[in-house]
């Protein structure tokens, strides 16, 4: 199994909600990734995990928080969202951050809309 | 840090034409090489990598890519492209032993029926 799942789809929330994003990886990868996209932009790095530790993160603002809850999993916690916020947010993984052939696989993403 | 430059943003062309695209990086080390489709509305996909060996690699639909140190490029070339290559491409670079993934900032091709 190859693939890195989310879920939702597309989500749609106001300023003052709060949601979560869910990944999944079964290919026991032991680094776990989320990404920003804004139409015709590259993917933004946002956050690193590492053996279920949080090992970078980007600067990004507090109303974004992540969890990795195992290794196959990671969340990210969205409260109080600008419109802004709105792109779409990619989940990816990858064997290990310090292995030499490092490939990160990459979900379709979810596409989020704030109003 | 390292950083990948693509040029031609915006490229329009016909069915049946040659397409390159090019990728230049900026990293004194030794590197792995990606590039990334997106077509209209979905998800990145994988087109070809480069970790070692030869130098000349071979993707998915007909692309390859052709990894040149001395230039530090990593071009992308398809001889015959068809109007399903309608996408925006994205080169990607990391060193080795780093899970830094720098993106270019795309080319956005628009082939023409």
């Known amino acids: 199994d190859t693939e890195v799942t989310q879920t939702p789809k597309h989500l749609v929330m106001g300023m003052t909600n709060k949601k979560s994003l869910k990944c999944e990886q079964h290919?026991?990868?032991?680094?776990m990734y989320w990404y920003k996209q804004k139409a015709k932009k590259p993917p933004e790095l946002m956050f690193v995990?590492?053996?279920?530790?949080?090992?970078i993160n980007e600067s990004v603002p507090s109303r974004f928080s992540p969890e990795c809850p195992n290794s196959s999993l990671l969340n990210l916690h969205l409260h109080a969202l600008q419109p802004e916020d709105s792109a779409l947010y990619l989940c990816?993984?990858?064997?290990?951050?310090?292995?030499?052939?490092?490939?990160?696989?990459f979900g379709p993403g979810t596409r989020l809309t704030v109003l | 840090a390292q950083s990948v430059s693509q040029h031609n943003h915006h490229v329009i062309l016909s069915e049946a034409a040659s397409l390159e695209l090019g990728c230049n990086y900026s990293?004194?080390?030794?590197?792995?090489l990606f590039w990334y489709v997106q077509y209209p509305g979905q998800h990145l996909q994988l087109l070809l990598k480069?970790?070692?060996?030869?130098?000349l690699v071979k993707g998915i639909k007909g692309f390859e890519a052709e990894f040149i140190k001395s230039k530090f490029s990593f071009n992308l070339r398809k001889p015959s492209v068809q109007w399903s290559d309608t996408a925006e491409y994205f080169c990607?670079?990391?060193?080795?032993?780093?899970?830094?993934?720098?993106f270019g900032k795309g080319n956005q091709v628009v082939v023409i029926p």
């Open positions: 480069y970790f070692s060996g030869d130098p």
């Open positions: 290919m026991g990868h032991r680094a």
């Open positions: 990293y004194g080390g030794t590197v792995n």
């Open positions: 990607a670079v990391t060193p080795y032993g780093n899970n830094r993934l720098a």
């Open positions: 995990y590492s053996y279920e530790k949080l090992s």
């Open positions: 990816a993984s990858s064997q290990d951050v310090l292995a030499n052939y490092n490939e990160q696989f």
